[in-house]
């Protein structure tokens, strides 16, 4: 069973850019499918952007499709979500999630929150 464990929250203007990671242990990392999630306050939680097992597949909430990029390093067992040109909208606690063969994203880290400043 993997373990997720994010990291690179913070404060930040609008306009900045910040860099999450998500570091997996207790599993083979290679194996899972990745994703970045979201929950504001108040609101529900919402998929942020996806990326298959072996890297070649991505996917993006239309709200960051062109300001995020999802990536991963196979090698370092670590996911990544680049996120530049910060919204406000964007504050949020951001969750990192694995999934294996198509199934639900049954794995989950315990959050980093997100905050931007306008």
């Known amino acids: 069973q993997v373990q997720l464990l994010e990291s690179g929250g913070g404060l930040v203007q609008a306009g900045g850019s910040l860099r999450l990671s998500c570091a997996a242990s207790g599993g083979t990392f290679s194996r899972y499918d990745m994703g970045w999630f979201r929950q504001a306050p108040g609101k529900e939680r919402e998929i942020v952007a996806a990326?298959?097992?072996?890297?070649?597949?991505?996917h993006y909430a239309n709200s960051v499709t062109g300001r995020f990029t999802i990536s991963r390093d196979n090698a370092k067992n670590t996911v990544y979500l680049q996120m530049n040109s910060l919204e406000p909208e964007d504050t949020a606690v951001y969750y990192c999630a694995a999934r294996r063969d198509g199934a639900n994203f049954d794995y989950w880290g315990q959050g980093t929150q997100v905050t931007v400043s306008s």
């Open positions: 990326i298959n097992w072996g890297g070649g597949r991505t």
